[in-house]
C-alpha cells in the first residue's frame, strides 16, 4: 500500500499483461486499416488490382474483432479477480481489527466498502493494462499523419494542448466528485445497517417513517455529488468532442488542399481522415481516464481501512502452566475516555473469578483485554507469566476460548457453530460440549438434530447463548472467559451450567462477567470494578457486607 490507496493487483498478473498486449495489437491493427482502405481505394481508381489489399483489410477487419472478444473476457475476468483478491484482503484485515473496525467506520460504511468500492477498485489493472493502447492509437494517428504528410501532423499538434488540458481537469475533477459522492453513499449504508439491526426497537417505538427519514436524509446531498460527477463529466466530454471535429476538420481540409495539388492521392486523404479520428481519440482517453478516477477515488476507500494498523502477534509458545492471568497497571481508552485506568489484578491458575460493576464501569473492556480482542493503551496482559502480545496468533487462541453475552452464530449447521474454532472438532466432542452448556437436549429436538441449519433452527436468546457457551467449552484452553454469557439464562439453567462450567473444567481457568449474585457467589474470588479501577477483590461473602457492593446488582437480589 502507498500512502493511503490499497493496491488493486489481481491474482495473476500474467492476464493483465495478456490484455495490455492484446490492446496494442488492436492498436496497431486499427492504425494499419486507413493504410489499407486507402491504398485498395487508390488501387480501384486507377483499375489496378486491388484484391490484396481488400483480403489485407477483410483480415484486419476480423482480427479487429478477435481482439475485442478476448479483450472483453479477460477484462471481466481481471476485475472480477482483482476484486475478490481486495475483498478477501480488506475482509481479513477488518476481522484482524476486531471491534475497532466497526467504531472506526461503522459497519454499514464497511460493507459498502467491501462490496461497491472493492469492485470499482478491481477495475483498476484491466484499465490501465488498456491504457497504453488507448495512448498508442491517438501517438500511431499522429505519426501517420506525418508519413503522409507533415503539414497534416502540424495542423493537429497545433490544438492538442487544448485536449490535453481538458483531459487533465476532468481527471481532476472527477477524482474529488467521486470521493464526495462514495462518502455520503457509505454514510447511508451505515444509517441502514443500524436500522436493520435495531428493527425490533424501531418497530416497537412506532417510529418506522422516522427511522425511514433518517436513513434516507442526506439523498439530496447523495443526488448533488452525483449531479455534479455527472457535470464534470458531461462538460469535459462535450469540450473535448468540441475540439476534436474542428482539428478532423482541420485536418480533412489541408488534405484536400493538398490533393489539388497533387500532393496526395484520393486514397491517401481518406486515410487522412481516418487518422485524424483516431488521433483525437477523444472518447477513448475520457472513458479511460473517467474509469481511472473511479477506481483510484474507490482504492482510497479501501486504503483507509487497511491502514489502520492491525495487532501483531509475537514469535513465543506458553510454557507449562496452569493457566494464571495476570493484568499489570493496564489502562485503556474508547477514544478521549478512560475505560480502565491503571488496573492490577492476578487469577491463579485454575481458579474462577467473577468481575462485578456497574454498567459502563469496563467489565466488558477487561475481558476483551484478557483475551486480546483488544490492546491495552498502556500495562500488560500475561498469561503463565507470557505477555499475550507475544505469542503466536495460533497459540493464542488455542490457549483462550470466549463466550459472549450475544454470540455470533456461525457457520451452516448447529454442529459447525459448536465446533467453529482454530481446530478441528470431533462430532463426540461437539455433544460432550453441548451437554455441559445443557444445550444437548433442545439441540436434539430440532428436525434434523445438530446437523439442522441454523436458518432452519429458531432459538431464544439463552438458547443461543447456550449454543455459544457449547462452543467455548468444545474448544476449551487454559483460560475461559465468560463476557456476560449467562445473562439470558433462567436461573436454573444458569446454576446448573455454572456447575458443569465449575466441575468439568480442570485446569482451566475461568473469567466471567457477572451480574448476578449467584454467580459471583459461585465463584473463587470476586474483582469490583468502579469506575475504571479495582476497587475491591476477595470473596463474595466478604464484599457482601458492604452496602455499595450490594448495590452493584441493584434492589432487586437482597441475598447473597
Known amino acids: 500500500m502507498k500512502g493511503r490507496t490499497a493496491p488493486a493487483r489481481a491474482d495473476g498478473g500474467g492476464r493483465a499483461l495478456l490484455l495490455g498486449a492484446l490492446g496494442l495489437l488492436a492498436a496497431g491493427a486499427g492504425l494499419l486499416l486507413p493504410m489499407a482502405l486507402g491504398r485498395a481505394l487508390d488501387a480501384l481508381l486507377v483499375r489496378e488490382p486491388a484484391t490484396r489489399w481488400v483480403g489485407a483489410c477483410a483480415g484486419l477487419v476480423v482480427l479487429l474483432a478477435v481482439l475485442d472478444a478476448g479483450q472483453s473476457v479477460l477484462t471481466g475476468t ?28 461503522g459497519s454499514g460504511d464497511l460493507v459498502a466498502r467491501l462490496v461497491g468500492n472493492a469492485a470499482q477498485a478491481g477495475t483498476a489493472p484491466a484499465a490501465r493494462a488498456a491504457l497504453p493502447a488507448a495512448l498508442a492509437v491517438p501517438v500511431g494517428g499522429v505519426v501517420a499523419l506525418a508519413l503522409l504528410d507533415l503539414r497534416l501532423a502540424a ?66 446531498e447523495l443526488s448533488r455529488a452525483g449531479h455534479r460527477m455527472w457535470r464534470v463529466q458531461g462538460r469535459a466530454f462535450a469540450q473535448a468532442v468540441t475540439v476534436a471535429p474542428l482539428l478532423h476538420l482541420a485536418v480533412v481540409a489541408t488534405a484536400g488542399v493538398l490533393l489539388a495539388r497533387h500532393r496526395l492521392s484520393v486514397g491517401e486523404v481518406l486515410a487522412a481522415a481516418r487518422y485524424a479520428v483516431l488521433a483525437t481519440g477523444v472518447g477513448m482517453l475520457v472513458g479511460q481516464l473517467s474509469g481511472l478516477a473511479r477506481a483510484r477515488a474507490s482504492a482510497e476507500r479501501l486504503g483507509e481501512v487497511l491502514a489502520q494498523a492491525a495487532p501483531a502477534h509475537g514469535p513465543r509458545r506458553l510454557p507449562p502452566g496452569p493457566g494464571r492471568l495476570e493484568l499489570r497497571g493496564v489502562t485503556a481508552r474508547r477514544g478521549e475516555r478512560v475505560v480502565l485506568d491503571g488496573v492490577d489484578l492476578v487469577v491463579p491458575g485454575g481458579t474462577t473469578l467473577a468481575v462485578v460493576g456497574r454498567s459502563g464501569s469496563g467489565k466488558s473492556l477487561l475481558a476483551e483485554l484478557a483475551g486480546r480482542l483488544a490492546d491495552p493503551d498502556a500495562g500488560d496482559v500475561l498469561l503463565d507469566g507470557v505477555p499475550l502480545r507475544d505469542l503466536t496468533h495460533d497459540e493464542l487462541r488455542r490457549a483462550v476460548a470466549h463466550a459472549f453475552d450475544r454470540p455470533a452464530l456461525l457457520g451452516a449447521t448447529v454442529e459447525d457453530t459448536i465446533a467453529l474454532g482454530p481446530a478441528p472438532r470431533s462430532p463426540a466432542r461437539v455433544r460432550e460440549a453441548a451437554r455441559t452448556a445443557h444445550a444437548d437436549a433442545f439441540v436434539r429436538r430440532l428436525p434434523h438434530g445438530y446437523a439442522t441449519a441454523l436458518a432452519d433452527a429458531p432459538l431464544s436468546g439463552g438458547e443461543a447463548q447456550r449454543l455459544g457457551l457449547a462452543r467455548a467449552f468444545a474448544h476449551g484452553g487454559r483460560l475461559l472467559i465468560l463476557d456476560d454469557a449467562l445473562s439470558s439464562l433462567d436461573t436454573v439453567t444458569e446454576a446448573r451450567v455454572t456447575e458443569a462450567l465449575l466441575g468439568s473444567t480442570p485446569g482451566t481457568t475461568r473469567l466471567v462477567i457477572a451480574h448476578r449474585t449467584a454467580t459471583a457467589a459461585r465463584a473463587d474470588a470476586v474483582a469490583w470494578l468502579d469506575a475504571g479501577r479495582i476497587r475491591a477483590c476477595g470473596p463474595h461473602a466478604e464484599l457482601w457486607a458492604d452496602a455499595e457492593y450490594r448495590a452493584v446488582f441493584g434492589d432487586g437480589e437482597a441475598t447473597a
Do not use: K, N
Open 78 to 105: 481481471v476485475d472480477a479477480r482483482t476484486a475478490a483478491a481486495l475483498r478477501h484482503r480488506v475482509l481479513g484485515h477488518v476481522l484482524s481489527l476486531g471491534p475497532r473496525a466497526a467504531a472506526r467506520f
Open 155 to 220: 495542423v493537429f499538434l497545433a490544438g492538442v494542448p487544448v485536449l490535453v488540458l481538458l483531459l487533465r481537469v476532468l481527471a481532476r475533477d472527477t477524482s474529488a466528485c467521486v470521493a464526495e459522492y462514495q462518502r455520503v453513499q457509505g454514510g447511508i449504508a451505515t444509517a441502514l445497517a443500524e436500522a436493520v439491526g435495531g428493527h425490533r426497537t424501531v418497530r416497537a417505538a412506532g417510529v418506522e417513517r422516522a427511522e425511514t427519514a433518517r436513513v434516507l436524509r442526506p439523498l439530496p
